[in-house]
């Protein structure tokens, strides 16, 4: 009896521990847990657990992907595929928010393949749309979530970032899916290139472009009535 319930016990820690590993929230959303060895210098390949700290990279290509486990400090690529977590100290660009961003290279016409970060966590309950800051070259990143492409689209412009939102598919919300972004290789000068950061799950649906369009044009119209107030 006693080694009956033991059994009991254990079987139900066993399942308890399963489901809580695969109900991991989503972690690093922000790329600011990065832990950069003292001593590192730009351009050295890294730990991608220490870079990327909960995520996956992969490139792939006509030949097949391929999981790497490294990735680039302060690296900057000038036509190749890369994967890189950058900070202030990197050469052209800096982060977008905080102490780092991600950053993905896509190769160019002579080694065209594509790079990809993505991680596998819960989508939290309620979820209707997800929300992230990019500066891309050519546009034409890819954002897929449970293996579906998500329709992302501007929202706000700054000076050197968008604010992009994307809504997310109901079935998807409260579930243990793998969220992924995709910079293909480039189709102009090489290479393309896809900053990413500050991703984040979102209670609000985003607005669709025709809605946002709209309310660009009354915010417009509203100005000009005031002005045409202020100057009468």
């Known amino acids: 009896m006693k080694i009956s319930i033991i059994r009991h016990l254990a079987s139900a820690a066993l399942i308890a521990t399963v489901q809580c590993c695969y109900s991991q929230e989503f972690i690093n959303l922000n790329f600011e847990s990065a832990n950069i ?35 680039v400090y302060d690296g900057i690529s000038l036509g190749g595929y890369q994967i890189s977590i950058i900070d202030s100290n990197a050469p052209v660009f800096n982060p977008i928010q905080g102490n780092y961003s991600a950053f993905l290279f896509g190769g160019g016409e002579a080694s065209p393949v594509s790079a990809t970060i993505s991680q596998t966590g819960l989508v939290p309950s309620g979820t209707e749309s997800i929300l992230f800051d990019a500066y891309e070259s050519e546009a034409s990143f890819i954002v897929s979530l449970g293996g579906q492409t998500l329709n992302v689209t501007p929202l706000q412009t700054f000076s050197h970032y968008t604010l992009y939102g994307g809504n997310i598919p109901a079935s ?61």
């Open 37 to 71: 060895p003292n001593g590192t210098s730009a351009g050295s390949n890294i730990p991608i657990g220490d870079g990327l700290p909960g995520w996956t990279a992969l490139f792939s290509s006509g030949a097949g992907t391929d999981q790497t486990t490294q990735v």
């Open 172 to 232: 998807l919300a409260g579930e243990v899916e793998t969220l992924s972004f995709t910079e293909p290789p480039a189709t102009g000068g090489p290479p393309s290139f896809f900053e990413l950061d500050n991703i984040q799950f979102s209670s609000s649906p985003v607005p669709e472009p025709g809605t946002l369009a709209l309310c660009a044009l009354g915010c417009l119209s509203l100005v000009c009535r005031w002005r045409r107030k202020s100057s009468a």
